[in-house]
């Protein structure tokens, strides 16, 4: 069977033919593979949170209009959401301990980590544009987040979705 073939099975037939794994291997691989990429994104969003939540404390703070500030408390929502949704899999792995539901924890830490970096996104896109507006101008703060949020669509979105076509 050639390599295109054997990209149209089932992933969980194509890991039995080239892997040589059973089911519950490939379930404890993808669960391993989940964890190591959330390790990352959570120290990400831990240190933009520690970040966001001293801004307020800060002398110039108060210099920030409305607006800027409107969009601060966002990204603090934003970013506390994203530190629980990318969090949310240790609890669930916690809760199902010893239950022998590594497929249920396998496709939520999934959802988990897409909706994490989804909201991490928006939660960096939102502290560069205060941090911008701040020591710029609102004009540099929507540019800088056009910027960014081109940026981490192209690398967390397409970049993907283009490899993943070429495979």
Request: proline share 2%; hydrophobic share 50%; glycine share 6%.
């Amino acid at each position: 069977m050639s390599d295109r073939d054997q990209s149209r099975q089932p992933d969980s037939e194509w890991d039995r033919a080239n892997r040589h794994e059973t089911e519950t291997e490939r379930l404890d691989r993808n669960w391993n593979d989940l964890l190591q990429e959330l390790r990352v994104a959570q120290t990400g969003v831990q240190l933009l949170t520690g970040f966001l939540l001293t801004l307020p404390f800060q002398q110039r703070f108060k210099d920030l209009d409305d607006i800027a500030k409107y969009v601060y408390l966002a990204t603090v929502g934003a970013s506390v959401a994203a530190t629980g949704v990318l969090v949310a899999p240790v609890a669930i792995h916690r809760l199902l301990f010893r239950q022998h539901a590594r497929r249920s924890m396998v496709g939520a830490g999934h959802a988990c980590a897409l909706a994490g970096l989804a909201l991490l996104g928006v939660a960096t896109c939102g502290a560069v544009y205060v941090v911008t507006t701040l020591v710029v101008d609102d004009t540099a703060g929507v540019v800088a987040v056009l910027l960014v949020a081109i940026a981490l669509i192209c690398l967390w979105v397409l970049l993907p979705l283009l490899m993943r076509r070429r495979e």
